[in-house]
């Protein structure tokens, strides 16, 4: 069974700072994906960014970014210039692209506070 | 273009009773996954539908049951409550099959068990 890990449970940055959120996974396939996902107090999931392991460049998405490390199994999400609306729980999640099994595993999340 | 829809967004329960919870997708999904996510933990998957089926089933009991109708929309059901059933209850729109599509949430319901 695949299990992902966030190591910080908690993180804080001043506002216009950049911040990265650790996540590691542990896995024996070779193809998956892996996503961000950013839960605000208002508590709707929303994706952030999605990376493609057979894709060796990293994804972006304007100021989010990964370093995706596959032999590292490591999948780090930086945000640069951080916003006073990125205060959210930020959750890493795999998924194992087979037909019936689409589900998410999910990290235990990081809870990022902007500071103004 | 309206995203993912839950209702009732809050509920109160006491135990022993029966809950069921609504989902309708995103517009143009067709496949509905259930996740429950406990205060403080990351979501857990509890299944997903797929042509009114139940197509992969998380690690949960059989008091927990879905289903989906014609129009992909979805409900879940859970029987016999019990105080570690309050949680926040998430559903999850995807399309098609060909693997790793994203999944789209939607605000979820918050289930309270007294």
């Known amino acids: 069974a695949q299990t992902v890990t966030q190591s910080q449970p908690e993180m804080s940055v001043q506002e216009a700072e950049t911040v990265t959120l650790s996540c590691t996974y542990d896995?024996?396939?070779?193809?998956?994906?892996l996503f961000w996902y950013k839960q605000p107090p208002s508590r709707q999931m929303i994706l952030v960014i999605r990376q493609e392991a057979y894709k060796q460049q990293n994804a972006t998405e304007n100021r989010f970014s990964v370093n995706f490390q596959k032999a590292a199994k490591s999948f780090s999400l930086k945000i640069s210039d951080s916003q006073l609306g990125d205060t959210a729980m930020y959750f890493c999640?795999?998924?194992?692209?087979?037909?019936?099994?689409?589900?998410?595993?999910f990290g235990t999340g990081t809870r990022l506070t902007i500071i103004p | 273009d309206a995203g993912v829809t839950q209702s009732p967004t809050h509920l109160i329960k006491t135990r022993g009773q029966q809950v069921t919870l609504r989902c309708s997708p995103k517009s143009g999904h067709d496949t509905v996954s259930w996740y429950q996510q406990a205060l403080g933990q990351g979501p857990q998957f509890i299944f997903q539908y797929y042509e009114e089926e139940e197509r992969q089933r998380g690690n949960f009991p059989d008091r927990f049951s879905g289903h989906q109708f014609p129009n992909y929309s979805s409900e879940l059901n859970v029987n016999a409550l019990l105080l570690g059933d309050s949680a926040l209850y998430l559903c999850?729109?995807?399309?098609?099959?060909?693997?790793?599509?994203?999944?789209?949430f939607g605000p979820g319901t918050r289930l309270l068990v007294l």
């Open positions: 999640a795999f998924m194992k692209p087979l037909f019936g099994n689409e589900k998410l595993t």
């Open positions: 999850a729109s995807s399309f098609g099959v060909a693997g790793g599509e994203t999944q789209y």
């Open positions: 896995t024996s396939e070779s193809n998956y994906y």
